[in-house]
């Protein structure tokens, strides 16, 4: 049984900075590419970063540079650490884990997880 659960969403000011975690379960995950992606609302899921099994990542634009994405292969965790938000980065976030595709491709990614809020004001 596939287990992905985001935790560390929340309301944030601007310029502040929040860590998300994805604690997972089931699958091996250090063999996964993982994903964030981000929901606004009425808009679809957009692929904000990923780290695959090797370590590499890719960022979408707007966050190189403020969002750091990370894993521990020991507790099956993934990061993004998201800095000097603003009001724009509000959004449900999700991880994801997949491999076999574009990163920035929610059909990459075979598990979600139920997502977590972010609220920039």
């Known amino acids: 049984h596939v287990q992905l659960v985001e935790s560390g969403g929340g309301s944030v000011e601007i310029g502040g900075s929040l860590t998300l975690s994805c604690a997972t379960s089931?699958?091996?995950?250090?063999?996964?590419?993982m994903g964030w992606f981000s929901q606004k609302p009425g808009l679809g899921r957009e692929g904000v970063a990923t780290i695959d099994g090797f370590g590499s990542t890719n960022y979408v634009d707007s966050a190189k540079g403020r969002s750091t994405i990370s894993k521990d292969n020991a507790k099956n965790t993934l990061y993004l650490q998201m800095n000097s938000l603003d009001p724009e980065d509000t959004a449900i976030y999700y991880c994801?884990?997949?491999?076999?595709?574009?990163?920035?491709?929610?059909?990459?990614?075979?598990?979600w997880g139920q997502g977590t809020q972010v609220t920039v004001s």
């Open positions: 089931g699958i091996t995950f250090r063999s996964y590419s």
């Open positions: 994801a884990a997949g491999y076999g595709g574009a990163w920035y491709l929610e059909n990459t990614y075979a598990y």
